[in-house]
């Protein structure tokens, strides 16, 4: 549980897998976005004394860390250092320390960039350390809901249902505020624009600086702007740079220093030699949807007018989700995208350790079509038994079947669909986030504290009829005043 300034505690999916790491592992890393929450998170595992806790981003603890890096990591019990990348020097003496005395849970580090991949690294800890990605908050940390979607839909196949409360304005809602916790404490639009201005800034001036000389910071600055523009796009080096005027390797070396600090995520593509046709070109997702639109100068309500980059933020947008999920579910699982030189297409390629794989479409409309699902049926038909389900995700409201294993499904079942079925299992299960587009969220946030006390009250025997009566009159109710006639 950690607080934020949202000014309620959020609970981290991440803090359970820290914790089981904590227990058989010698050195844990908690690796991700400036400002996502790490330093929080981390002082869960420092307060009432239970670890020494250093700070790498006050000057006087960084200059004793650089004087004397043995002294600095000599510490008889549990030590947390935050911001490590800041003394990468250090790394080599923590390693002399496990090695000696190997007992788990000795050191727990955080870093704001990818410390494995930095330069002049003096050595790295392979068999001693674990790395543990935390992005910004989730939809469902956010909400306060299940974020169970991919175990479920590993599980479940073509049986998993869903119906969602969520509107289309609220999704591109979602899209412009993004996920970290000081922007999502911002209420007022502007101040939050103000917040993802610098935050970009600082990290062009400071982070990016640190990890590498950069020739010009204008041409940064504007690469990143050009990124913004082609989210879910395919990522050609050559073309961005070009249009950046910079030259290719130029791009390519920028491009990764922006995926070192956390700003973009390259999604590979997958191919199992299915066909030789298949293309090997990555596609460009932003870590945070909110900075991408705000580089793009999109607002919620422009986001969705004709002409806007609601489609690509939407895709990007439930990529990342689907990147932050596949970081505590139990289901292991790795995240491609897959695209033939026919231009046949999937967006999101999920596929888990026994080579199950779950296609998932991304529609920002808010109704589909048999058309919707020719990239799925193709990859169906390639896969056979392999393939557990392909969903055609989208704004609208209801599951929906298009054939033997295609679905077309809420977006909003990412966040909202809780790991198992039973009643025993998420207390959240059936009763999703019932905020109205421009409510406050704690108005959703009640209706839920209602469909949970409604959930504990139904026996075994009820299936859920109190919960669904529940959500129907209050969609009902969102329909009627949007002048939608309800069924």
């Not at 690294?121 to 299940?146: K, V, Y």
């Not at 899209?175 to 990290?203: C, H, K, M, Q, W």
């Not at 989208?394 to 298009?402: D, K």
Request: hydrophobic content about 40%.
């Amino acid at each position: 549980m950690t607080s934020t300034p949202i000014g309620r505690v959020v609970s981290r999916h991440a803090e359970r897998t820290i914790r089981e790491a904590l227990e058989d592992t010698r050195v844990v890393l908690v690796n991700g976005a400036r400002q996502s929450g790490k330093s929080t998170l981390l002082r869960q595992f420092a307060r009432n004394n239970e670890a020494e806790w250093r700070d790498l981003d006050l000057p006087l603890v960084r200059q004793a860390a650089i004087a004397d890096p043995v002294g600095f990591v000599d510490y008889p019990g549990r030590m947390v250092i935050d911001e490590i990348q800041r003394v990468p020097e250090l790394l080599l003496p923590i390693k002399v320390q496990v090695d000696g005395s190997p007992s788990p849970g000795r050191y727990l580090l955080s870093g704001s960039a990818r410390v494995l991949g930095l330069r002049a690294l003096p050595d790295t800890l392979p068999g001693r350390m674990e790395t543990i990605e935390l992005w910004p908050f989730s939809q469902g940390e956010i909400d306060e809901t299940a974020d169970g979607f991919i175990d479920a839909v590993f599980t479940q196949g073509e049986d998993l249902r869903h119906q969602s409360g969520v509107l289309r304005a609220e999704y591109a809602e979602r899209i412009v505020r993004g996920g970290f916790p000081e922007a999502v404490a911002r209420s007022n639009t502007r101040r939050r624009e103000r917040f993802l201005d610098s935050y970009v800034a600082d990290l062009v001036a400071r982070d990016v600086a640190r990890l590498s000389d950069i020739e010009r910071a204008a041409q940064m600055r504007a690469l990143i702007r050009l990124l913004a523009a082609r989210s879910a796009q395919l990522l050609v080096a050559a073309s961005v740079g070009n249009e950046a005027g910079i030259s290719q390797a130029t791009a390519l070396r920028y491009i990764s220093l922006l995926e070192e600090v956390f700003l973009i995520k390259r999604i590979p593509a997958w191919s199992r030699n299915l066909s030789n046709r298949a293309i090997g070109t990555a596609k460009l997702a932003f870590v945070d949807s909110g900075i991408a639109a705000n580089l793009l100068g999109a607002d919620a309500r422009s986001l969705i007018r004709p002409g806007g980059q609601f489609g690509p933020l939407l895709e990007s947008f439930v990529q990342m989700e689907l990147a932050r999920q596949a970081t505590w579910s139990h289901a292991r699982v790795d995240l491609f995208h897959y695209r033939t030189k026919d231009k046949v297409e999937v967006d999101v390629i999920l596929e888990n350790r026994q080579g199950k794989v779950v296609g998932i479409e991304v529609k920002a409309a808010s109704t589909v079509g048999p058309d919707d699902f020719s990239g799925l049926r193709h990859l169906a038909q390639r896969l056979g038994d392999d393939f557990i389900v392909g969903l055609v995700m989208y704004t609208g409201q209801q599951t929906l079947s298009f054939g033997p294993r295609l679905r077309a499904m809420p977006v909003s079942a990412i966040w909202e669909v809780p790991t198992t079925r039973s009643l025993g299992g998420s207390r959240d299960e059936g009763c999703p986030n019932l905020a109205e587009p421009g409510e406050p969220s704690r108005a959703g946030v009640h209706r839920r504290q209602v469909c949970r006390a409604a959930r504990e009250m139904e026996g075994p025997e009820s299936g859920g009829t109190v919960r669904e009566s529940l959500n129907l009159n209050f969609l009902r109710e969102r329909r009627a005043r949007s002048g939608v006639r309800s069924g």
